[in-house]
């Protein structure tokens, strides 16, 4: 299995975002995750587009796009062609869920569905062969420095299970509170995509990025 890390610039500066994510980059991180936040799927909002379209000129970085915004399917087609090399959506945003995937991947890009902490598996029954990447929400979305859901250890164990035992190819991403010290805990869980926010960006970078890196491979 592969084992991805893909720090969220949602933690970067602002000021120098395109430093930081030349930081990221050299790091030895695979993936950047960008989160993009409407005010209304979640009480916070983050950037869209042009902040995705600026970063694609400076990169080659594979762009996992997490957009927390309320029907998603109006925007796929802009998001693609503003960059992103992976599209997650929430399934409590999407009312024809099945229809956004199929969406995201007529581009050729990768799809991914995202769940709340609260929201069960069960939502993901029938399309869970359709899709890339199942993103399990560890914090409830809208902030970074959150704290890790310890119940959240249970979701992610019942997911693996669940992909392993049908035999199918999907990544088991986790958002919010990952740290250097608990990413083997979640490794150990079943997830294979780490995104880590302030873990990253909140000091050094390159330090921040290796000692993730370091524990995820334990
Ligand atoms: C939260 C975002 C996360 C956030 C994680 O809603 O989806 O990607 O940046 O931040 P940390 O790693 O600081 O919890
Ligand atoms: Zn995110």
Redesign the pocket.
């Known amino acids: 299995m592969e084992y991805i890390l893909s720090p ?1 610039i ?2 970067a500066d602002f000021n120098k975002l395109g430093e930081d994510v030349k930081h990221v980059e050299q790091s030895g991180a695979q993936w950047l ?1 960008i ?1 993009v ?1 409407d005010g209304s799927f ?1 009480p ?1 909002i983050s950037f869209g587009f042009p902040v995705i379209k600026a970063l694609r000129k400076i990169t080659g970085m594979f762009f996992d796009v ?1 957009l ?1 915004i309320v029907d998603p399917g109006k925007y796929i087609d802009e998001f693609v062609a503003a960059g992103a090399d992976m599209i997650t959506v929430h399934a409590e945003a999407c009312t024809h869920l099945d229809r956004v995937i199929q969406q995201i991947k007529s581009h050729g890009v990768k799809a991914g569905v995202a769940l709340n902490p609260g929201t069960p598996l069960s939502q993901l029954d029938y399309v869970l062969e359709e899709v890339d990447m199942v993103l399990i ?1 560890t ?8 704290s ?1 859901i310890p119940y959240c250890d249970r979701k992610i164990k019942e997911l693996r299970e669940l992909i392993d035992a049908k035999g199918l190819n999907v990544d088991i991403q986790v ?5 250097a010290d608990n990413v083997a805990h979640v490794k150990e869980c079943g997830a294979n995509v780490f ?6 960006f909140d000091g050094n970078i390159e330090d921040n990025a290796a000692a993730l890196l370091k524990n995820m491979s334990e």
Do not use: E, F, R, T
């Open positions: 969220s949602l933690s995750h989160d936040m979640v916070n997490h927390m929400m914090v409830n979305p809208g902030y970074g420095g959150q890790y958002d919010g509170g990952i740290k995104v880590a926010g302030s873990a990253v």
